[in-house]
């Protein structure tokens, strides 16, 4: 078994070297799909054993061929359809479907030679199963795939025992699949069924409704507390190690000072977990430097995905999104922080969130302005349909960033809660505070005296004490709690647009973002 692992990485490694380089059907048999069966064992040169163009006939068209079969005496018992590693599979399973009843084989393999899925007759007999019960891509193999892969080679071929496994990873895939679905965005019967379980009230329409935020944020912390005490196990074996083995030391610390900290080799097994389903891990490595802990794809500095610094007073990642997008953090955990945890006011029904859009939009252009709001669309669960509700969910415990106006009761709540007040360090969405004197106001003497009073140096001083904000006049300066913040820093935008442009924003708003 670890020969064959060993030897089916090398494929992988091959198959991804050469893909580009094939433009046709027969270029992938040749050089992908044969060496995969070569691997498996069989004698891909021996027409007895993996006969190519297998005749399949169906029905009254005679002359059907599949493009290899794998025979066990004169029968055939695998046949497997090729396409062009350039071609989508999804289309192709019919072919397949068709000559699947023509034969005695049990499995039919449908690839590209970079993809491969694996059908038998577990739904109806002799007739081929619409969903494939194994299926995965040889460029990013894991571990469980291997195995399954294994069972096919000649010498541990055997048709029951592959069949009852088959059985199986039909319905764990199906689970997985469901349960996937419902990590993502759970369904009002999912949720139902959990309520059953924990809630004794009615479960009506809005009960699902503020549970299901509720669900999936549990999915997460239940993920991130197996994982974290994984991890500390891990460390721990790790930490005992290095008093038992003396040359430990010598393994992290190189000739040019650099140390590989327990807190970074920590960062660097959470991003390998929380990447596992986009990549596959054996392709993640590290280079630590001087200044930051280095994660690469293919061990390739150009490919690099996150530079973690952790040796600092202040800690953050850098991320490679094409922004270089700058996240402060305080451990390694903070990685999996913010999925789902993310909560602001419909603009629809908010005018300070309303106004972080249009700011958005007006500072980095229409076209980024969008794709970057659609990009933390992921991490917002839900838009809060009250102006209050971001604050007070977050005061509470139940998210963990709000999109919030600044005021007054903000910086009260850092005495009261566990929380923390952040300005964007890259600019400042804001809005006006106006006033107005009515036209037809019966006491216009006393109301231009106010605003006179409330422009002037002693009312903005007044003022920024009981609502802190950005002041209008220059000679006053900003309130404590804004201590550092300029003109300069607020974003750029076209004030009257900001009216007149509502409706279509919001219009757009709703197409674009469907929360």
């Given at each position: 078994?670890?020969k064959?692992?060993?030897?089916?990485?090398l494929?992988?490694?091959?198959?991804?070297?050469?893909?580009?380089?094939?433009?046709?059907?027969?270029?992938?048999?040749?050089?992908?799909?044969?060496?995969?069966?070569?691997?498996?064992?069989?004698?891909?040169?021996?027409?007895?054993?993996?006969?190519?163009?297998?005749?399949?006939?169906?029905?009254?068209?005679?002359?059907?061929?599949v493009?290899?079969?794998?025979?066990?005496?004169?029968?055939p018992?695998?046949?497997?359809e090729?396409?062009?590693?350039?071609?989508?599979?999804?289309?192709?399973?019919?072919?397949?479907?068709?000559?699947?009843?023509?034969?005695?084989?049990?499995?039919?393999?449908?690839t590209?030679?970079?993809?491969y899925?694996?059908?038998?007759?577990?739904?109806?007999?002799?007739?081929?199963?619409?969903?494939?019960?194994?299926?995965?891509?040889?460029?990013?193999?894991?571990?469980?795939?291997i195995?399954?892969?294994?069972?096919?080679?000649?010498?541990?071929f055997?048709?029951?025992?592959?069949?009852?496994?088959?059985?199986?990873?039909?319905?764990v895939?199906?689970?997985?699949?469901?349960?996937?679905?419902?990590?993502?965005?759970?369904?009002e019967?999912f949720?139902?069924?959990?309520?059953?379980?924990?809630?004794?009230?009615?479960?009506?329409?809005?009960?699902?409704?503020?549970?299901?935020?509720?669900?999936?944020k549990?999915?997460?912390?239940?993920?991130?507390?197996?994982?974290?005490?994984?991890?500390?196990?891990?460390?721990?074996t790790?930490?005992?190690?290095?008093?038992?083995?003396?040359?430990?030391?010598?393994?992290?610390?190189?000739?040019?000072?650099i140390?590989?900290?327990?807190?970074?080799?920590e960062?660097?097994?959470?991003?390998?977990?929380?990447?596992?389903?986009?990549?596959?891990?054996n392709?993640?490595?590290?280079?630590?430097n001087?200044?930051?802990?280095n994660?690469?794809?293919?061990?390739?500095?150009?490919?690099?995905?996150?530079?973690?610094y952790?040796?600092?007073?202040?800690?953050?990642?850098?991320?490679?999104?094409?922004?270089?997008?700058?996240?402060?953090?305080?451990t390694?955990?903070?990685?999996?922080?913010?999925?789902?945890?993310?909560?602001?006011?419909?603009?629809?029904?908010?005018?300070?969130?309303?106004?972080?859009?249009?700011?958005?939009?007006?500072?980095?252009?229409?076209?980024?302005?969008?794709?970057?709001?659609e990009?933390?669309?992921?991490?917002?669960?839900?838009?809060a349909?009250?102006?209050?509700?971001?604050?007070?969910?977050?005061?509470?415990?139940?998210?963990?960033?709000?999109?919030?106006p600044?005021g007054?009761?903000?910086?009260?709540?850092?005495?009261e809660?566990?929380?923390?007040?952040?300005?964007?360090?890259?600019?400042?969405?804001?809005?006006?505070?106006?006033?107005?004197?009515?036209k037809?106001?019966?006491?216009?003497?006393?109301?231009?005296?106010f605003?006179?009073?409330?422009?002037?140096?002693?009312?903005?001083e007044?003022?920024?004490?009981?609502?802190?904000r950005?002041?209008?006049?220059?000679?006053?300066?900003?309130?404590?709690?804004?201590?550092?913040?300029?003109?300069d820093?607020?974003?750029?935008?076209?004030?009257?647009?900001?009216?007149?442009?509502?409706?279509?924003?919001?219009?757009?708003w709703?197409?674009k973002?469907?929360k």
């Amino acid at each position: 078994m670890e020969k064959f692992t060993e030897q089916i990485k090398l494929l992988s490694e091959r198959t991804v070297k050469l893909k580009d380089t094939l433009n046709t059907e027969e270029a992938t048999k040749t050089a992908l799909v044969m060496p995969f069966f070569q691997l498996l064992g069989y004698d891909v040169f021996n027409p007895l054993e993996f006969s190519p163009e297998f005749i399949a006939d169906v029905g009254i068209k005679k002359g059907e061929k599949v493009d290899y079969a794998i025979l066990q005496g004169d029968e055939p018992v695998i046949l497997i359809e090729c396409k062009s590693v350039n071609e989508k599979l999804d289309n192709h399973d019919s072919q397949l479907f068709r000559y699947f009843g023509t034969t005695t084989s049990k499995f039919g393999i449908l690839t590209n030679g970079l993809e491969y899925r694996f059908y038998t007759d577990l739904d109806e007999q002799n007739k081929m199963d619409s969903t494939p019960f194994l299926q995965f891509n040889i460029s990013e193999l894991k571990d469980n795939h291997i195995i399954e892969i294994f069972k096919f080679t000649k010498e541990n071929f055997e048709v029951s025992k592959i069949s009852k496994t088959a059985y199986e990873l039909k319905y764990v895939n199906s689970l997985k699949d469901y349960l996937n679905q419902q990590w993502n965005e759970p369904s009002e019967a999912f949720i139902k069924y959990l309520l059953n379980e924990i809630y004794d009230g009615v479960k009506t329409k809005q009960v699902v409704e503020r549970f299901t935020p509720i669900v999936k944020k549990t999915f997460r912390i239940f993920i991130t507390d197996q994982v974290n005490s994984k991890l500390s196990a891990a460390l721990n074996t790790t930490a005992n190690d290095k008093h038992d083995d003396h040359e430990f030391d010598e393994d992290i610390i190189e000739d040019d000072g650099i140390v590989t900290t327990p807190e970074e080799l920590e960062a660097y097994a959470i991003t390998k977990v929380l990447l596992n389903d986009v990549v596959n891990n054996n392709r993640i490595f590290y280079r630590d430097n001087q200044t930051y802990f280095n994660i690469l794809l293919d061990d390739n500095i150009r490919k690099w995905i996150v530079r973690i610094y952790l040796n600092r007073s202040k800690k953050y990642i850098v991320l490679n999104n094409g922004k270089k997008e700058k996240i402060e953090i305080s451990t390694p955990m903070d990685l999996t922080k913010y999925k789902d945890e993310l909560i602001m006011a419909d603009p629809a029904i908010s005018g300070t969130n309303y106004a972080v859009v249009y700011n958005l939009l007006q500072s980095m252009g229409e076209e980024a302005g969008w794709a970057y709001l659609e990009s933390i669309k992921g991490n917002i669960p839900f838009y809060a349909q009250r102006g209050s509700e971001p604050t007070s969910k977050v005061k509470n415990g139940e998210m963990a960033v709000g999109i919030i106006p600044l005021g007054g009761d903000t910086y009260k709540m850092e005495k009261e809660f566990k929380v923390k007040n952040v300005i964007p360090s890259d600019g400042l969405p804001w809005v006006p505070a106006g006033m107005a004197i009515f036209k037809e106001a019966e006491n216009k003497d006393a109301a231009k005296a106010f605003v006179d009073w409330a422009l002037s140096k002693e009312g903005q001083e007044f003022l920024k004490t009981v609502a802190p904000r950005m002041m209008v006049r220059k000679d006053v300066t900003p309130p404590e709690e804004l201590k550092g913040m300029t003109v300069d820093k607020l974003m750029k935008m076209d004030i009257a647009g900001m009216g007149t442009r509502r409706e279509e924003i919001l219009k757009l708003w709703k197409e674009k973002m469907g929360k």
